[in-house]
């Protein structure tokens, strides 16, 4: 089996300080977490940035800025901006960070229900324009999937020539899809071959969804974005305890830890000049 990709999403747009304190908000903390993350294991930082109240941004330049000390604490790392960005957002805020030319950037691929009154929304309008424009600037996709309606969308966007191939999904189970075996095996068999997917189990799914990526083939995300917990009830001390644990199911279930290289290879991103 080839070997896996931890993404960390550090930060996300959603959990806060309150949820737990490590959350980090400041482009220090910002800098920290991905550290921490980076150390454990982690090749991708997938990232949402905040004004230091904890506000989310999609501004350009507190992106430049985080993304710089990123790079100086972990300096291999594979950056992943969101264009996601926090629910109510234009397209035009979100669509920032691309503009700064990371090696990839997230591309969600369905409107779908975020809790309360949130709807996140993505018009066929709004992915086909995002996808061309990564696409002009040379950025790979993570293809953002929170039900398998949004995986077919994709597909049919890659055939009408809007994504490229070899395509890489985020399965993101237990917003809107459960968090199951069943589920994860028909979504991750409904993309094409030679795709690659990674998994991202929400709340208590976190390490369920985990081990059954990496027994499955696929690749895992972990992270504040997601889940706040280490074990039932117990607040994780970094976005690093949270990796430190996938390294070991990986380690107990005969999986290697793919290093940002060897992550870009097995990506078909560039080589680093
Ligand atoms: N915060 C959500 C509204 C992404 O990063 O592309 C969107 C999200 C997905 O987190
Ligand atoms: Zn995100």
Redesign the pocket.
């Known amino acids: 089996m080839e070997k896996l990709i931890i993404t960390c ?1 550090i930060c ?3 959990v806060t300080k309150e949820n737990n304190p490590n959350v980090p908000y400041t482009i220090e903390e910002i800098g920290r977490e991905a550290e921490s993350a980076y150390k454990a294991g982690a090749s991708i930082i ?1 990232l ?1 940035v905040r004004w230091d109240d904890g506000t ?1 941004t999609q501004d350009k330049e507190r992106f430049r800025l985080c993304m710089e000390e990123i790079r100086r604490r972990c300096p291999d790392a594979i950056i992943q ?7 109510g ?1 234009t397209d035009e805020e ?1 669509l920032q960070p691309v503009e700064l030319l990371p090696e990839m ?4 691929c369905g409107t779908l229900n ?1 809790g309360g009154n ?1 709807i ?1 929304v993505n018009t066929e309008t709004t992915i086909k324009n995002f996808a061309k424009v990564m696409n002009e600037k040379g950025i790979k996709p ?1 293809i ?1 999937v929170f039900d398998k309606g949004m995986a077919d969308l994709a597909v049919k966007y890659h055939k009408q020539g809007y994504i490229q191939a070899p395509m890489h999904f ?1 399965f ?1 189970l237990g917003v809107q899809m459960n968090a199951t075996l069943r589920d994860l095996s028909y979504i991750s068999e409904s993309i094409p071959a030679g795709s690659t997917w990674t998994a991202a189990g929400i709340g208590k799914h976190e390490f369920t969804m985990a081990a059954a990526a990496i027994v499955m083939g696929g690749h895992v995300r972990v992270g504040f ?1 997601d889940n706040v917990f280490i074990s039932k009830g117990k607040i994780a001390k970094s976005n690093g305890e949270l990796v430190e644990k996938v390294v070991k199911l990986a380690e107990e279930l005969g999986r290697e830890i793919a290093t940002p290289d060897e992550a870009r290879a097995i990506l078909g991103l560039k080589e680093r000049k």
Do not use: Q
Request: aromatic share 8%.
């Open positions: 999403a996300g747009a959603e997938h949402h989310p901006p969101s264009t996601g960005g926090a629910v957002m979100r950037a997230t591309l969600d975020f949130e996140f993570e953002e985020d993101v974005e």
